[in-house]
């Protein structure tokens, strides 16, 4: 597959830092068998890592799936999905709400002989949110793998190192780790995707298209029109358009306003920034058309998204 890997890269760092990617440590496991638990959705991307041992890994309905999982593997769940992790087939799964999990908890056995760590990673904007809706449901790295290997090692080893150490700072390191997971982990799932492949992600590797992807989300609230799109992809507008929407199944233009309501979904969530500023930036000429694009996109008033996303409910 052709990649233009700066290109693909200032891209998706640029989306992934304006829906402010989170990472965050969920549970660290380290248990002997028999043991088994549920973990429920989540609006988070679930990661796990395998720093020692094995463990059976159930996806569940609506299609259900089974991994078995060794020392070193790493697994993503972009849209949050409900999993089940054990020892072995049958074992019987706890709740891990049951076990009073929260944010950091640590399940220890003695002598334990499989050690894992859930992690999450948050983007505003939930399952809608672009990365994660180009993303498959799961996407399972092995230890074994000789193209991951470069990263995948040596970061596992450090999730393993800074859960057994007690220093200070260690959940912003393991916080950090995860986030380094969650963008390696969609790296070496892209390098796996065959080169005819379509969707926002095979865009973001064409050596065209990724410029003009690039320009936008440098500057989405810049006028940018199909011509000046094309111009920054160095095609004609109908080559540009055609091959557009031939990768993303969207126009052009199409695009452009999704990606506007999407960002100004994040600048609501996070809720710092005055209205009028959110209009400003996206390059909406007035409040009322902000307001028009918002609500046919999301079905809901900016006021009306501001509060649900205060309760969580966005």
Known sequence: MSQTPRAADDVLSQVLDSFRLRGSVGAHLAVRAPWGYAIPQSRDVGLLAVMRGRARFELEAPE??????????????????????????????????????????????????????????????????????????????????????????????LLALETAMPHAGRNTVLNRLAEVTFVELIRAWLDRQPAECGGWFRAMTDPQLAKALAAFHAEPGHAWTIASLAARAGMSRSAFAARFKALLGVTPLDYVTSWRVQQAKALIEAGRTPLKQVVASLGYVSEAAFRTAFKRRTGKTPGAYRAAARHGAA
């Open 64 to 157: 259900p799936e089974a991994l078995e999982l060794a020392s070193g593997d790493v697994v993503a769940l972009p849209t949050g999905a409900a999993f089940v992790i054990r020892d072995a087939p049958g074992t019987p799964a706890v709740p891990i709400s049951q076990t009073g999990a929260c944010s950091g908890v640590e399940i220890a056995t003695a002598e334990p002989q499989t050690e894992l760590l859930l992690l999450h990673c948050e983007l505003s904007g939930g399952c809608e949110n672009p990365v994660r809706a180009a993303l498959p449901r799961i996407i399972h790295c092995p230890g074994s793998d000789g193209r991951a290997a470069r990263w995948l090692e040596p970061t596992v080893r």
